[in-house]
């Protein structure tokens, strides 16, 4: 049974700061992973997408990367703004369902 | 390009009554997904349809919930009757192919007093 965890799940960190978020799951037989976002009361916004055979990708100051024999992912942050607080989520394609982890609730301090 | 919506955004219900969600996928997107967060855990998921078929329903909790998929374009999901532990936040998404990308709406917020 796929299982995924995020750590920490809570972070504080200056404006400014570079910063690393992580994902892991337990069952590497995956098709791909997804990077949300979802600020307080609103939806879920979608930040990356890594399909199971690529190792990384990026867009603006978001890179994610995608270790799948060693079941990790990170999403890595650079320069963050008080405008990336939120609560970041990874998500697992398995078996065509998503499995989600508890999340990660950044706040960044100006 | 609409993304997938959802309506009602928010519903405040009795514990006994019934409600009925409503989801509409991107256009021409055949598979559509529906998940909940319930206070406290994390994203679940609910069921998948593949146009009007159920492809996974392994995550329905019980047999209140009911979901359809008529012709193969928008669906609905029906609580009845509505407990208590059925609120939550319902999400409904969609994708043109199972590995690809899932569009999430915006939710609807149940409320089961």
């Known amino acids: 049974k796929q299982e995924v965890t995020q750590i920490p799940a809570a972070l504080s960190v200056p404006e400014g700061e570079n910063l690393v978020l992580n994902c892991s799951f337990t069952?590497?037989?995956?098709?791909?992973l997804q990077w949300f976002r979802q600020d307080p009361g609103k939806g879920l916004t979608s930040l990356l997408l890594?399909?199971?055979s690529q190792r990384e990708q990026t867009s603006g100051r978001l890179n994610a990367s995608l270790d799948k024999s060693s079941g990790r992912s990170t999403l890595y942050i650079a320069a963050s703004q008080p405008g990336d607080s939120a609560t970041y989520l990874c998500?697992?394609?398995?078996?065509?369902?998503?499995?989600w982890g508890a999340g990660t609730k950044l706040i960044i301090k100006p | 390009e609409a993304g997938v919506t959802q309506f009602p955004s928010h519903s405040v219900i009795e514990k006994g009554q019934t409600v009925t969600l409503r989801c509409d996928p991107i256009s021409g997107h055949d598979n559509l997904y529906w998940y909940r967060r319930v206070m406290g855990k994390e994203i679940k998921f609910l069921l998948h349809f593949v146009k009007e078929s159920k492809q996974d329903e392994s995550g329905m909790p019980n047999n209140r919930f009911l979901a359809e998929r008529t012709g193969g374009t928008y669906s609905t999901l029906k609580v009845q009757p509505a407990e208590l532990e059925d609120s939550g936040v319902y999400f409904c998404?969609?994708?043109?192919?199972?590995?690809?990308?899932?569009?999430f709406g915006p939710g609807t917020r149940l409320t089961v007093t």
């Open positions: 998500a697992v394609n398995s078996n065509y369902q998503l499995i």
């Open positions: 890594i399909q199971s």
């Open positions: 998404a969609s994708s043109q192919d199972l590995s690809y990308e899932q569009y």
């Open positions: 069952d590497s037989a995956i098709y791909n």
